[in-house]
């Protein structure tokens, strides 16, 4: 055991300075443009420390070194604007520096003695700076899945005794992750089985096909099928998931084929885009409604002009034309309903904005006599009879007047239109007996 520390001892003190500098490397060129556009005298110096303190983990089981840093970066990092999974990449990199060389100098038992001493330095590592990272209210882990996919099958191939280690890693993700083989679920993580709603026992073994709504079913098993085969095919795609509840839930899959066991398999991540796909929807919708409004404040602003001068013209008529009698209160009627008109122009001017009700106090019946009064030349000519059955003395109640006259309106006009000649209307108002405030209108 003495002899593999001081050969892992050698290695890293003489491969120091080429691993640092290939460390910066990668992250100005790999990680994200946040470190891209830090100054290199700055990534010299984290990269330094952070080297040193894995040394002293790995080599001592020193984690001193590696607390005060992780304390000291979260900072710097944060004020920086940088996000949790490039920070986590960018440790991620020592790995990918560092086992060629080890994979070079070390025999097989070493490196595996190595490369587990590494495994353990950079778990602890990232899962304290994570722990630390979000008690200073940063967002939790999303991204980290980014390089899982790569890391997986590289270990799988050359290290398949380390695969339970990066499994504690995907469990740690939010991110649905699962391998499929041969059209069987063998891995898949606890994310990945709340996505679906089964437990982990329930899911393993079982063919995917049992998770794909059937809509989706043909154009996955196609991608699948092509992936398997070598054919390029996109890495990311969406579709319908299957729960066990039976919904059929929008879910993006980011896939690769990789060596599993010594076996091709699919690899990949799911992830559950209900709300994006609702707020997309929410936005084409808003667009719509904007395109429709547009349309109407033009129709509105093109009636408004002549119905301005038939009011006007009306006014004129009615004042010195000496109407009397039901003559004089048609033409009030003529005014009443232009101006109605005029206020339905206003509000589809406003279609945009909120409806506003103007709630005052009024009676229901005194509303549908007003109503019966507006539509009494096309009762009359269609010879419709009205029959009212109201109930005496029903409380006044909040309503907006001009809206709710408008609404009986309409459904008066829908009976006149249904009603043969000669038909009737029976209109009958009565107090709700489950409340003791609320009215009812009947038609018949």
């Known amino acids: 055991m003495k002899s593999i520390s001081l050969d892992l001892a050698n290695i890293l003190t003489v491969h120091r300075e080429p691993i640092i500098d290939e460390w910066v490397h990668r992250l100005q060129t790999e990680v994200s443009p946040r470190y ?5 005298e700055e990534l010299l110096l984290t990269v330094s420390r952070v080297y040193d303190a894995n040394f002293a983990v790995i080599l001592r089981d020193d984690y001193s070194l590696i607390d005060a840093h992780i304390k000291w970066i979260t900072r710097l990092r944060l004020e920086g604007g940088f996000s949790l999974s490039d920070v986590q990449n960018a440790y991620d990199l020592y790995r990918k520096v560092l086992v060629p060389i080890l994979v070079k100098e070390l025999n097989h038992r070493a490196l595996l003695q190595a490369l587990q001493r590494m495994d353990t330095c950079l778990l602890y590592t990232i899962k304290k700076f994570s722990n630390y990272f979000q008690s200073l209210h940063e967002k939790e882990i999303r991204e980290h899945a ?9 270990r799988t191939r050359e290290l398949s005794e380390s695969e339970g280690k990066y499994r504690v890693l995907v469990e740690e993700i939010n991110d649905g992750y699962f391998v499929n083989q041969r059209g069987l679920i063998v891995f898949a993580n606890q994310a990945f089985c709340d996505l679906h ?3 982990p026992a329930e899911m393993f073994g079982r063919p995917y096909t049992d998770f794909i709504a059937l809509k989706s079913l043909p154009a996955v098993q196609t991608l699948y099928e092509k992936r398997m085969s070598g054919e390029n095919t996109a890495d990311l795609y969406v579709y319908l998931r299957r729960h066990k509840n039976g919904l059929a839930l929008p879910t993006e899959n980011k896939v690769k084929r990789i060596l599993y066991q010594g076996e091709y398999a699919v690899a990949g991540i799911c992830r559950d885009i209900t709300e994006r796909t609702e707020t997309e929807r929410r936005i084409r919708e808003s667009e719509r409604l904007a395109h429709i409004g547009k349309l109407t404040t033009s129709l509105a602003h093109e009636i408004r002009n002549p119905l301005s001068s038939v009011k006007m013209n009306s006014q004129i008529i009615l004042k010195n034309a000496g109407f009397s009698g039901n003559d004089q209160r048609r033409m009030e009627i003529i005014i009443q309903e232009i101006s109605r008109l005029e206020r339905i122009l206003e509000e589809m001017l406003d279609f945009a904005r909120p409806v506003r009700l103007n709630l005052q106090p009024a009676s229901i019946n005194r509303i549908l006599d ?13 010879g419709i009879s009205v029959k009212k059955r109201y ?5 006044s109640i909040p309503v907006d007047h001009e809206k709710i006259e408008q609404a009986l309106i309409n459904l008066l006009l829908n009976a006149l239109e249904a009603l043969p000649e000669g038909g009737q209307i029976e209109i009958v108002t009565r107090q709700s007996k489950k409340t003791g405030r609320a009215w009812q209108v009947f038609f018949d």
Request: hydrophobic share 30%.
């Open 36 to 40: 891209s556009e830090r100054p290199l």
């Open 146 to 154: 980014g390089n899982l996919e790569q890391e997986v099958e590289k």
């Open 197 to 199: 709603g089964y437990f």
């Open 370 to 382: 007003s109503c019966l009064e507006i539509l009494e030349a096309r009762i009359r000519e269609k």
């Open 391 to 395: 109930t005496p003395r029903l409380p």
